[in-house]
């Protein structure tokens, strides 16, 4: 267990529709970083958070949006779905001030849009 | 920009072999390594990791990988190979500091018996 957590597990839903996933980091980690999973791309930073922030920002559509919160977790908002937006969703956690950029990984949100 | 090869998508190996996994990476400084192993099903687990120091450095579960600078490599092994290693590896770059990882796209072990 890394003590990242996500929720949903797994989320099903529609063509065009909106979905929201939540992340909470590892107890005293600052930075929270998101990843999509997928097979034809496989693991591409979406975008990363610092302490409420935005730090940096990846290959992430428009579509797309995050934002962490005043108590540390996260929330990935993906909408006007498409099929190919189908993917595991990961949600990472690093302490700041480390220098190490040691990432600890949730279970990951499996999304199906159909 | 940083980018990390791994040239093999399959390996299968006999359970009790000796495992390498190769990883090539690409970044204009020292860079920051790592491997991930992932399960099916399962989220990301960190292995180990390479900031400096000890070209040779040791990790969870048995492996160690070994950094080559000359090369540009920073291949996985493990010497001898048990079937719950089955799994999908992933190696991966990053910067120092906390920025986002580039990951290889995998290579996936097969242990058979």
């Known amino acids: 267990d890394s003590g990242v957590t996500q929720t949903p597990k797994h989320l099903i839903t529609a063509t065009g529709q909106r979905v929201t996933l939540r992340c909470s980091p590892r107890?005293?980690?600052?930075?929270v970083y998101w990843y999509q999973q997928s097979l034809d791309q496989g693991l591409q930073f979406l975008i990363q958070?610092?302490?409420?922030?935005?730090?940096a920002k990846g290959n992430i559509l428009e579509r797309f949006s995050a934002q962490q919160f005043p108590d540390l977790h996260s929330e990935l908002n993906l909408s006007s779905l498409e099929l190919g937006d189908s993917a595991l969703y990961f949600c990472?956690?690093?302490?700041?001030?480390?220098?190490?950029?040691?990432?600890?990984f949730g279970p990951g949100t499996r999304l199906t849009v159909t | 920009a940083q980018s990390v090869t791994q040239p093999d998508i399959h390996i299968t190996v006999s359970e009790g072999a000796s495992l390498e996994l190769r990883c090539n990476y690409s970044y204009g400084a020292t860079p920051y390594l790592f491997w991930y192993v992932q399960s099916p099903g399962q989220g990301l687990q960190l292995l180990l990791k390479?900031?400096?120091?000890?070209?040779l450095v040791q990790g969870i579960k048995g492996f160690e990988a070994e950094f080559k600078r000359s090369q540009s490599s920073f291949n996985l092994r493990k010497p001898s190979v048990h079937w719950s290693d089955a799994a999908e590896y992933f190696c991966a770059v990053g910067a120092p500091g906390n920025t986002p990882l580039v990951f290889g796209k995998g290579t996936r072990l097969s242990v058979i018996a």
């Open positions: 990472a956690s690093s302490v700041e001030g480390s220098g190490v950029n040691e990432q600890y």
């Open positions: 107890s005293g980690d600052l930075s």
């Open positions: 958070y610092y302490n409420g922030e935005e730090r």
């Open positions: 390479y900031f400096s120091g000890d070209t």
